[in-house]
């Protein structure tokens, strides 16, 4: 798998780095900022790119707006997002209601890394990983996910960090039967139709969420 590493701190990008080649990964670039982020994927067309949401020149979001314009250019091209805070609206500009391919992580919350060498081997392949805390931070937001259960939460997050049924019964310790029953009610209270299929159930998380982070960007005095 060919990736570009995108991360102004140059510790955390050699480790990135290594990490990346100890599991037979071929990092063809390790960039600090934006600029070159784009221009290096363009140059190389990589499987993947790794990227900080934060980099200079003003430590803002120039890895998000890079991964963005980069993500329009080539439709294929997998991106995980590492970040140090929750940012919801950051997942909605990167996805675009197009969420194959894609993850979004917080740097404190990667504690294993086998784990974090196989979230970005299914990235890679078309699957979505999204850090389960972007969803609890987005209820605050939002009428419809004030509505779901604590329990539901627990199974909405679970869900778009990309994990089954099966394992989700195994997180929660509860049954199949339950995590489905969760589900049905999930899905009915957001206004969405259940579907078995993994993705489409993270795909159709994804689009609702971005739907509830557009309201709150067109809401008045924000």
């Given at each position: 798998m060919r990736t570009v590493i995108a991360e102004d701190q140059v510790l955390l990008r050699d480790g990135l780095a290594r990490l990346l080649r100890s599991a037979g990964h071929d990092v063809v670039a390790e960039v600090g900022d934006g600029r070159s982020l784009v221009s290096e994927t363009v140059r190389l067309r990589p499987d993947l790119v790794v990227?900080?949401?934060?980099?200079p020149p003003s430590y803002a979001d120039e890895g998000s707006r890079a991964v963005v314009l980069l993500r329009e250019r080539f439709p294929d091209l997998a991106v995980m997002l590492l970040s140090q805070a929750v940012d919801p609206l950051v997942v909605s500009r990167a996805t675009r209601g197009r969420s194959a391919g894609f993850g979004y992580l917080?740097?404190?919350?990667?504690?294993?890394?086998?784990?974090?060498?196989?979230?970005?081997?299914?990235?890679?392949?078309?699957?979505t990983v999204i850090d389960p805390g972007v969803l609890p931070d987005a209820m605050r937001g939002s009428d419809r996910l004030r509505s779901l259960t604590n329990r539901e939460v627990e199974v909405l997050g679970l869900?778009?960090?990309?994990?089954s049924n099966p394992g989700i019964a195994a997180d929660l310790v509860i049954s199949r039967r339950t995590v489905d029953a969760h589900l049905r009610s999930i899905f009915t209270k957001l206004g969405i139709e259940?579907?078995?299929?993994g993705?489409?159930?993270?795909?159709?998380?994804?689009?609702?969420?971005?739907?509830?982070v557009q309201k709150n960007e067109e809401a008045p005095g924000r």
């Open positions: 990227a900080d949401i934060r980099m917080l740097k404190d919350r990667v504690l294993d890394s086998d784990t974090f060498v196989r979230q970005l081997a299914e990235i890679a392949a078309g699957a869900v778009a960090t990309g994990r259940a579907d078995p299929d993705n489409q159930r993270v795909l159709a998380t994804l689009n609702w969420l971005g739907g509830a």
